[in-house]
């Protein structure tokens, strides 16, 4: 019980942490320069305005803070800001809608996967659990998710639009927000580090065999 109840802790200190951290990339540093940033700024609040000032300065630092050297020159971050930012309202929330898709069917295919690969170890059945239903259940089918969005850029594209929001900045700002908005900063939650598919990989194995020792062990 001892070492169960370490593991709850664990995951609620991480989801704190989700909710509080700023963006950041576990490989190498952000390559784009703070001339590059104020230069992006200035260029997208004169083409749609002073009123998305706020909006324009989150969405392009957030981006800059993640974008490595391997995405791209300063030149194609400033090019790709220009090209991918919506500032029209409809154009905004239509592309909300095709991300919010999108993801759904993803995140949906790979929580069905993952619940089928666990059914040896989590349902009581004549035959015990093996070796290889452990690995099975110890494989993440979403572990590659976030390199490859990074990589095809939807992930900058989606943090360029949508910003992160800290949980200060939804408590004091949230009051106000319609329906929509709200659901603008959650999406903005989606992508805040660049956590390499080994990680994420070596993290579901560990948390598998922690969930398998608790379920085996006998009071």
């Known amino acids: 019980m001892k070492r169960f109840s370490l593991l709850i802790i664990a995951i609620l200190l991480i989801g704190i942490q989700a909710c509080t951290q700023k963006p950041t990339s576990m490989q190498t540093g952000s390559s784009i320069t703070e001339k590059t940033i104020l230069a992006t700024i200035d260029s997208l609040t004169g083409r749609y305005g002073a009123n998305q000032k706020d909006l324009i300065d989150k969405g ?8 490595i050297s391997t995405d791209g020159s300063e030149a194609e971050f400033q090019s790709f800001c220009l090209a991918n930012y919506q500032g029209d309202p409809a154009a905004r929330e239509q592309l909300f809608r095709k991300l919010c898709r999108g993801f759904e069917i ?13 059914k040896p170890m989590h349902l009581v059945s004549e035959e015990e659990p093996g070796t ?10 979403s572990a590659h998710f976030t390199d490859d969005f990074f990589a095809n850029k939807i992930a900058f594209i989606t943090i360029l639009n949508f910003p992160f929001y800290s949980l200060r900045e939804k408590t004091e700002h ?16 989606m992508f805040t580090a660049r956590v390499p598919a080994d990680v994420q990989q070596n993290a579901t194995s560990k948390l598998t065999a922690s969930e398998n020792y608790i379920a085996n062990y006998n009071i």
Do not use: C, H, M
């Open 106 to 118: 993803l995140r949906g295919y790979y929580s069905k996967i993952n619940k089928e690969l666990l």
């Open 132 to 141: 290889i239903d452990e690995l099975f259940g110890a494989y993440n089918p």
């Open 60 to 67: 392009v630092r957030q981006t800059a803070s993640l974008w």
């Open 174 to 189: 949230g009051p106000q927000w319609s329906r929509l908005e709200w659901a603008y900063a959650r999406l903005g939650d």
